[in-house]
């Protein structure tokens, strides 16, 4: 009677377990701007949270936001549990906060992008991975109306400007160089947003400029907390006389107390005092110059006096435009890196690294660097997962080898599967190629006006 009993028990138990299966609802994702309108450079905080009816199994992979004008980052903390009562019934899970720094003043609008979600469905039994939609939310960034007027608009909490001397310059004479560091320093900011200095050309000293170095300030578990810009400056002095670096000023939005403030480093004056022992080398070439064309001018006509006159005015002209020239190659360098980030980011770059990946022999990267481009590539699109892409490129070779990845990966143990990684990934190049072709011809398709019947 008691077997009997504890039969009906556990065939009970096994329904209440198949129709709690069936009833598991799908995860939800949230997202909320804490801030809705922003100063262009100040970081939008976006709260992402993803709940489950039942709880996690494993970590939620949150994908990386691709937002024109703007710069998103995801900083390394730790997730924050959330809890929600759904139709009475307490939900769980995870948020993790966006920041994001605009660039423009413009209106913004989060991309098509999906957060992987893996959850019980009850007991032991876990659901595939669920790529579950991240709301559009929309946030706006400005420039305040007293500071359109700056030349260069920069807006953070704190900006320091400082300097140092690597030498004296009380007995400094024609022939010596001196160099001279600044460093730029924000808080709440990014560095790419720290402005370049703009240093004049003083007559009697020739100025040499390094690479600046620009680098972003982190702190473990609180992520970028600022940023820093360090320019070394070399002076050389090529006349005795009274000199005076002039002042330097950086106005900034002040983010605290909501107006444009001055950072100021002060002039530097000093003497520079006559040498005789020194030899300017442009006097040197002048004289050497000089007696060349006067013997030439003895067996030649006078057009090549003439030709050396021209090199000679060609290269003071030159030597004069030289800082001109200097800011035009930083302003392409900035753009180069720009460039270099877009290009990081892009979805050829995500693909070269799990083309990569495969070519190691760890299935969890493999996976990783999959997921990773396959979320790049869907990015405003209306699909999101493997599945999706099958159909659309007609590969069903390509959703079958993913398929036994994950088995492999999160099945269960000792189950042999037959995979082959190199295959994996002709199969994925077959279907991006097919996808980028049909993505080509509706792009293209929209370009043609209609015809006029």
């Given at each position: ?6 039969h009906?028990?556990i065939i009970?138990?096994?329904?209440i377990?198949?129709?709690i ?19 262009v ?12 009816p ?16 703007a ?6 903390v730790q997730?924050e549990?959330v809890?929600e ?12 906060t ?5 660039q423009?003043?413009?209106?913004y609008?989060?991309p098509?992008a999906?957060?992987?979600?893996t959850y ?7 659901s ?6 991240i709301?559009?939310?929309?946030f706006?960034?400005?420039i ?12 953070t909490?704190q900006l320091?400007?400082e300097?140092?001397?690597d ?13 001279r560091?600044?460093?730029i320093s ?9 402005p ?6 003083i007559?009697g ?6 690479e600046?170095i ?5 702190k473990e578990?609180?992520?970028i ?12 002095i090529?006349?005795p ?5 002039p002042e330097i ?25 006559s040498?005789?022992?020194y030899?300017s080398e ?9 007696t ?7 067996k030649h ?7 050396w ?7 003071l002209f030159?030597?004069?435009?030289f800082?001109i020239i200097q800011?035009?190659?930083r302003?392409i360098?900035?753009?180069l890196?720009?460039?270099e980030?877009?290009?990081r980011?892009s979805?050829?770059?995500?693909f ?8 190691e022999n760890?299935?969890?990267e493999?996976?990783t660097?999959?997921s ?36 492999i ?5 000792g ?7 190199s ?6 190049k077959?279907?991006?190629?097919e996808?980028?072709k049909?993505k ?12 006029n019947p």
């Open positions: 009677m008691k077997n009997k009993i504890l009906i028990a009970v138990l096994l329904l377990t198949s129709s299966n069936a009833q598991v609802a799908k995860p939800i994702v949230r997202a909320k701007v804490l801030k809705s309108t922003v100063i450079g100040e970081p939008v905080e976006i709260k992402v949270s993803v709940v489950v039942t709880w996690l199994l494993g970590s939620p992979e949150f994908p990386t936001l691709e937002i024109p004008g710069i998103s980052t995801l900083p390394d997730a549990n809890y009562t759904i139709d009475y019934e307490r939900w769980s899970g995870i948020a993790r966006y920041l994001v720094y605009p423009e003043a413009k209106s609008t989060l098509n999906s957060v992987g979600v019980s469905l009850g007991g032991i039994e876990k595939p991975k669920t790529n579950v939609k709301p559009q939310v929309k706006k960034a400005v305040p109306e007293s500071a359109r007027s700056l030349e260069y608009f920069i807006s909490t320091k400007i300097q140092e001397l030498k004296k310059l009380t007995k400094i004479r024609v022939g010596d160089s001196f160099q560091e600044i460093t924000t808080k709440n900011s990014l560095a790419m947003f720290i370049s200095l703009q240093i004049d050309e007559d000293l020739k100025i040499y400029f390094d600046p620009v680098e972003n300030k982190k578990r609180v992520g907390t600022g940023g820093e810009r360090i320019e070394k400056i070399t002076y050389f090529e006349k006389g009274d000199y005076q670096l000023k950086i106005d900034w939005w002040n983010l605290k107390s909501k107006e444009v403030v001055s950072s100021t480093l002060k002039a530097i004056e000093f003497y520079a005092d040498n005789t022992n030899i442009l006097s040197i070439q002048e004289d050497s110059t000089l060349a064309l006067v013997k030439e001018e003895s006509n006078t057009w090549n006096y003439l030709l006159t021209l090199i000679i005015a060609l290269l030159i030597e004069k435009r800082r800011s035009i190659v302003k360098k900035n753009w890196r720009k460039r980030e877009l290009k980011e979805e050829t770059e995500y070269k690294r799990f083309r990569e990946a495969c070519d760890n299935l969890a493999i996976k660097a999959f990773n481009w396959l979320d790049r590539i869907s990015i405003n699109e209306n699909w999101s997962d493997v599945r999706e892409l099958s159909e659309i490129t007609n590969n069903t070779e390509l959703l079958l080898n993913a398929q036994k990845l994950d088995e990966l999160f099945g269960k143990d189950k042999e599967i037959n995979w082959n990684k295959d994996f990934l002709q199969q994925v077959a279907s991006r190629k996808f980028l049909i080509k011809m509706k792009a293209e398709s929209r370009r043609i006006p209609p015809l």
